[in-house]
């Protein structure tokens, strides 16, 4: 409909909100990401995040990523905070810097603008706290000489930070339809969907390894492209879709499982088969039997990480090809698998029975992306927030975060490297200073 | 109506279920247990309770001693869990052996059947958690093979097992009219008339005293069989109702009688005398103000138990002829009584104030116990649980459960046993081995 | 309507409720306290209360300095508890003496009379447990007896104790209209506008500072009769009402201001100045920028107090002629002001831009009225709380309560006064002995 409306120089666009549960954000149930994006010419999103001493750009990077992949392609933010957000009870402003942070993290992950919630603070109503760039005093005031600042440098620096692209090799796999499943039948009362994907995303955020986002709609050509998938619980999925999964682990592919993935069918019917099902046979062990768990300890293989526990749930693997990482420490229960490793034809398979603690869980993904020969990206070293790709002229851009109350410094890693703001050039082993909730933007030399 | 349509061969049940409160099952307020059950051929119960660590026995049995309390004559456990059950976040597996521990601990009670909820775990809807013998894979498991474990035992004992009889010297004498009144004006946030009921049978059920549960509907001739009733709060009851228990004291009964006893009439309306109203010659004692408190300490008599508080709820009692068992420690209501004692006719008359905390309320309990000449059972200082009751062939069957992570073992107190189960026969002082959640069946000798 | 009807002798009155929150009572929103007052001949208040440990008398006073406000009259109180009130879960009896006391204090704030809810306690329905003088056994008992002496001293002092006038020098000045805006638009989760009136009350009630409470409805006359005014947050308020206050200070007035204060206009539409808009001269200083805060230390000037910290709310203040008495200590906002001073035309004023603790805000209360030379009581120091005013003989009444559990003794401050309950007379230095929960009224010598 609004396509017959729409003249030729206009375009659709859309802002999409992401789910925020506890303070963290995530992917939502409430609309197919994916599905909804098809008829769209250019993604854009709605981004608000916590502030303060709680602001470490996952959501900005999170939603980015989301947003960049809905089209694969450069999006919009159409709205984000610019004062504080939130009812009058819950009004958080950011520190001077921040704001100037958070624009050109947006732009890190491949956001095309920055638009703001909004100009100025309104006089009545629901959202008369959702504070504009202007107070209700319609003054220019901190916020607004910070945006001012923003603004002039980007028109300076447009032509070499618009319209970046990225070439990741490792995607998040998700399901609005196992995330829908498994509202009606929850994990655990501490443990959802949308924390998994957050999980897995942060952890990747903080080795700077930079993902995309697909699901069952990846085309062929695209999927080959990659290659590890982080697979968060995929509970419903038709037979298609598995196989479609397995073929890429025969192909060379790796994969990530979490645990109830295979469960039930495209419709939630339980399969009526060993579990996981379909994923039996690449997986390399199956199950018959689960427990809900709070916490309990694993015994892991000593090459991974001596020590985690199990938490939320335990499913009890019997390993058939597969190798086992970690078993359940338990007085009956002790047998089982807890996690599992496989190859299947060129590629691999780790299949997680339970939720590890967060250093298991992290090492059993370096392991993945070790083996999987995934790239460390440039800087990734450093004691900031390391975001990459490739601008208009064909450069690589690497934006370098400093999420802390902390001035950092460390040493040039490239040949020669010219920062885009300062205009500075560094070269190898020079020092590279930066302020509290500031950044640097470096252009490599080709 | 449906007896319109039932053959001369059919009969009518019913699965009861009783009410889960914070994990603890009690008596429910939705039904009239005994009226309900008068339209019954067989009693039919619905048993569900915790598991792993939390398993102990109290509910089955207590469910058990109700249903088989309804009818005066063995029962049917219409549905139990298999796997695990309730919803998806829960599931709790059983550990190896629990599952036909909890068999037998049913059959100890007077059941005779054990069914299981359900055959085969279901592929959808809302009951896919609860979890049938088989798991959705409809293949054998390890619950599969106990449950075939314990049918193939069963057939072997089922005339030795079947048609348990008890005669129990001890009841609860419970209200679901005090159940009811006081849903709607509470004891505490803390304590409720179920957990009065369940705290009581607790008590009992860990000193291995058997006991039955009545009501106001109890036949005269039974009522006098007993030695002793223990009287959760009796708010709301006729004056009838209050002088036949009155005249079961004069006769030689022995009454423990918990707080707001007598407090109103048939119709909760309030009496217009001190309290407690009817009762208040036989209690020896009688009280016109109260107070909520938390916990208050109590200067207890030592005969009894040198310590212990008052909990929930305090009436600032005054003796008539009633002896002081405890007095609250309290700057301004020290001199009011907290529990007395009182004999009455033949019989004698313990009243609670307040709510005991657990060992002083113990204590009071055996207190009642020796002084109404009520019987040890049999083993009743062996580590284990102990239920018993005679068979159809009248030989006295005595059930050591083992409901702990550790096994026991204890020397035979029979001068010569047959242990059901392994065919093996055990003299006097012969040791008697029990493995974690395992059980021994003995048949004494007439 | 009511007046149609009425006899000439006949009175309108009506029992006001304050509402209670989390066990404190406070102005409440469901009602325009003095446009209602001004239908009534004699203003009427329902006062319920904590008791036992918890009596400490703050909501009695309260609640009768505002029924004494809402006609500047004496006031009936209509009912007020006699034994336990609320469900049958909260019944808390009074102390011996507490009735007493709590009688007593009614007068001391200017009641004519004191009315029990109820008679006799109820035997039927939702308030069976209010109890009343007697219980539902229609006997005399402890609570009867406490009431029957009451009755017979007042008999006795009525001519001595009725009518009692105040002439205060200090009033809070109320909001219904800012009450209800900030129920829309809440300050924190921990604090709401019913709390600040209560802490500001509670902290002049400790310090033995009567006070009256007005709002914008405040006669002229009466109006300059005020050397302090207490101000809590005026979120709504018009032009008209913000620019006579200001005249108030300008005169001669001190006023305590609170954040928030001037923010919305009387259709709780945000003014489109610096806040604190039309105030902003008066404060001598102003805000663009604020934050929802737990706790923040506070810089504060040595003169008050040497610490201190700042609660839920901070306002970004920049003082233009105010002088700053305390600014935040924060990394990035330490440059703002959070509390200033400031003098107007003869006046002065306190502003608060955020919620300061307790110690603080006494601290801030004092200076105030020290420097606006508001007169201590008679027997402030001495330990136990001090209500006064004149009598119909025109003497003056010096009620000394002891809200404690202790005894407590200290030398009498005038020339000779008289005892009232007692008839003993008392010298200067005489030692003056209360016994817990007890008092003493002295009539000075004029």
Same mark, same amino acid.
């Given at each position: 409909?609004?396509?017959?409306?729409?003249?030729?120089?206009?375009?659709?666009?859309?802002?999409?909100?992401? +789910?925020?549960?506890?303070?963290s954000y995530s992917i939502q149930s409430n609309v197919d990401h994916m599905e909804a994006a098809r008829h769209l010419d250019i993604a854009g999103v709605d981004i608000y995040h916590d502030t303060q001493d709680e602001l470490d750009g996952v959501t900005i990077a999170l939603a980015g990523d989301l947003a960049r992949s809905m089209k694969q392609n450069n999006y919009l933010v159409i709205e984000t905070q610019a004062q504080s957000i939130l009812t009058s009870d819950k009004q958080k402003l950011h520190y001077p810097g921040q704001l100037r942070l958070q624009a050109y993290s947006h732009l890190a992950s491949g956001a095309n603008m920055?638009?703001?919630? %909004?100009?100025?603070?309104? %006089?009545?109503?629901?959202?008369?706290?959702?504070?504009?760039?202007?107070? %209700?005093?319609?003054?220019?005031?901190?916020?607004?000489?910070?945006?001012?600042?923003?603004?002039?440098?980007?028109?300076?620096?447009?032509?070499?930070?618009?319209?970046?692209?990225?070439?990741?090799?490792?995607?998040?796999?998700?399901?609005?339809?196992?995330? #829908?499943?498994?509202?009606?039948?929850?994990?655990?009362?501490?443990?959802?969907?949308?924390?998994?994907?957050?999980?897995?995303?942060?952890?990747?955020?903080?080795?700077?390894?930079?993902?995309?986002?697909?699901?069952?709609?990846? #085309?062929?050509?695209?999927?080959?492209?990659?290659?590890?998938?982080?697979?968060?619980?995929?509970?419903?999925?038709?037979?298609?879709?598995?196989?479609?999964?397995?073929?890429?682990?025969?192909?060379?592919?790796?994969?990530?499982? &979490?645990?109830?993935?295979?469960?039930?069918?495209?419709?939630?019917?339980?399969?009526?088969?060993?579990?996981?099902?379909?994923?039996?046979?690449?997986?390399?062990?199956?199950?018959?039997?689960?427990?809900?768990?709070?916490?309990?300890?694993?015994?892991?293989?000593?090459?991974?990480?001596?020590?985690? +526990?199990?938490? %939320?749930?335990?499913?009890?693997?019997?390993?058939?090809?597969?190798?086992?990482?970690?078993?359940?420490?338990?007085?009956?229960?002790?047998?089982?698998?807890?996690?599992? &490793?496989?190859?299947?034809?060129?590629?691999?398979?780790?299949?997680?029975?339970?939720?590890?603690?967060?250093?298991?869980?992290?090492?059993?993904?370096?392991?993945?992306?070790?083996?999987? +020969?995934?790239?460390?990206?440039?800087? !990734?070293?450093?004691?900031?927030?390391?975001?990459?790709?490739?601008?208009?002229?064909?450069?690589?851009?690497?934006?370098?975060?400093?999420?802390?109350?902390? !001035?950092? &410094?460390?040493?040039?890693?490239?040949?020669?490297?010219?920062?885009?703001?300062?205009?500075? &050039?560094?070269?190898?082993?020079?020092?590279?200073?930066?302020?509290?909730?500031?950044?640097?933007?470096?252009?490599?030399?080709?």
């Amino acid at each position: 409909m609004v396509r017959e409306y729409a003249l030729p120089e206009q375009f659709v666009t859309q802002n999409f909100d992401l +789910s925020w549960r506890d303070g963290s954000y995530s992917i939502q149930s409430n609309v197919d990401h994916m599905e909804a994006a098809r008829h769209l010419d250019i993604a854009g999103v709605d981004i608000y995040h916590d502030t303060q001493d709680e602001l470490d750009g996952v959501t900005i990077a999170l939603a980015g990523d989301l947003a960049r992949s809905m089209k694969q392609n450069n999006y919009l933010v159409i709205e984000t905070q610019a004062q504080s957000i939130l009812t009058s009870d819950k009004q958080k402003l950011h520190y001077p810097g921040q704001l100037r942070l958070q624009a050109y993290s947006h732009l890190a992950s491949g956001a095309n603008m920055v638009g703001y919630w %909004h100009w100025h603070s309104i %006089h009545n109503s629901y959202e008369t706290y959702w504070k504009g760039v202007l107070s %209700h005093d319609m003054q220019p005031n901190p916020t607004y000489h910070e945006v001012a600042r923003i603004s002039q440098e980007l028109k300076r620096l447009n032509d070499d930070l618009i319209g970046l692209k990225k070439h990741n090799e490792v995607a998040i796999y998700f399901s609005n339809e196992s995330l #829908s499943a498994l509202e009606a039948f929850p994990i655990s009362s501490g443990l959802d969907y949308g924390d998994i994907v957050r999980q897995y995303y942060e952890l990747l955020y903080k080795q700077n390894i930079p993902c995309d986002f697909i699901d069952h709609t990846v #085309s062929e050509s695209q999927l080959r492209k990659y290659k590890a998938l982080i697979v968060p619980p995929l509970y419903s999925a038709s037979d298609e879709e598995l196989k479609r999964l397995n073929h890429f682990v025969a192909e060379g592919g790796h994969i990530l499982y &979490s645990f109830k993935s295979g469960f039930t069918d495209e419709n939630v019917q339980v399969r009526r088969d060993l579990m996981p099902g379909v994923l039996r046979e690449v997986v390399g062990a199956n199950y018959q039997q689960f427990n809900s768990i709070e916490v309990m300890p694993l015994v892991v293989s000593g090459e991974i990480l001596p020590g985690g +526990s199990a938490n %939320h749930w335990m499913e009890l693997l019997t390993p058939t090809n597969g190798e086992v990482l970690a078993t359940y420490q338990h007085d009956y229960w002790g047998d089982y698998a807890a996690i599992v &490793s496989n190859t299947y034809g060129k590629g691999e398979v780790t299949y997680l029975g339970t939720w590890p603690s967060g250093e298991l869980l992290s090492s059993l993904l370096m392991r993945m992306m070790k083996r999987a +020969s995934v790239k460390s990206p440039d800087h !990734a070293g450093a004691p900031v927030t390391v975001r990459a790709g490739t601008n208009r002229k064909g450069k690589n851009i690497v934006y370098l975060l400093n999420y802390s109350n902390e !001035a950092v &410094s460390f040493p040039c890693e490239d040949r020669l490297v010219r920062e885009l703001i300062s205009g500075n &050039s560094y070269r190898k082993g020079e020092l590279l200073e930066i302020a509290p909730w500031d950044l640097m933007i470096l252009e490599q030399s080709n």
